[in-house]
């Protein structure tokens, strides 16, 4: 079946600690994008790729990294600069840019730092 | 004020009733717009975009008013599974058509 795989679903870490997000699809989407959901927030975009080997930032990509080395696979790195990391992190592709509205997701990875 | 906006909600409901909420934006430049549904500690997933003379599928419907700047979506016969917390998504042609979320409306069906 396809769809998108992140992993871990759950990660705990100590302040200071850098982590990295696994999102893999196999959907054959050019566009790919990681979302940060905060309780009482509307998902906010850290950073998108729409090629291979070509990422942008998104609104809050301070503290954050990404590469984009295969169309496959998009991960993303939570920085110890990053202020405030635990939250719910989610990627997403679709067959093209955003202007279609239609992403699908991964189940979401729930970072939370101690 | 935020870009998109919604009553958080939660909008209790009893089985087999309608219920309707709105979403309002400020931005004019918005091009698109769409309904995702997100169960509780779930992914998003699309349940319709928003077309300028609107559209039904099944028992939501979706309306769009740009004079007004606000999207509606009604649910009718409401099912115990429609509890969800429903997300107002627009894209704006002047940001690389990136989307922009807003926080989301509760929906809570009772039997």
């Known amino acids: 079946d396809g769809g998108i795989t992140q992993s871990p679903k759950y990660l705990f870490r100590k302040e200071g600690q850098n982590v990295t997000l696994s999102c893999e699809q196999n959907l054959n989407h050019d566009a790919m994008y990681w979302y940060r959901q905060d309780p009482g927030q509307g998902l906010r975009l850290i950073y998108y790729s729409q090629i291979v080997n070509d990422f942008q930032k998104g609104d809050i990509a301070e503290g954050y990294s990404v590469s984009r080395e295969k169309k496959e696979s998009f991960p993303l790195t939570v920085t110890s600069a990053q202020k405030n990391p635990t939250a719910f992190y989610l990627c997403a592709s679709s067959t093209a840019g955003a202007n279609t509205g239609e992403l699908f997701f991964g189940e979401g990875s729930r970072l939370t730092v101690l | 004020r935020k870009e998109v906006e919604q009553d958080p909600g939660p909008f209790n409901v009893p089985e087999g009733a309608t219920v309707a909420f709105n979403c309002t934006y400020s931005?004019?430049?918005?091009?698109?717009f769409f309904w995702y549904r997100q169960d509780c500690r779930k992914e998003p997933k699309l349940l319709m975009s928003v077309y300028s003379s609107g559209n039904e599928d099944g028992r939501f419907t979706a309306q769009l008013n740009r004079a007004s700047q606000y999207i509606s979506l009604l649910i009718r016969d409401s099912k115990l599974s429609d509890s969800a917390t429903y997300l107002c998504v627009v894209n704006r042609w002047d940001s690389n058509y990136q989307l922009i979320w807003g926080a989301g409306t509760k929906l809570i069906i009772k039997p």
């Open positions: 931005n004019s430049a918005s091009q698109s």
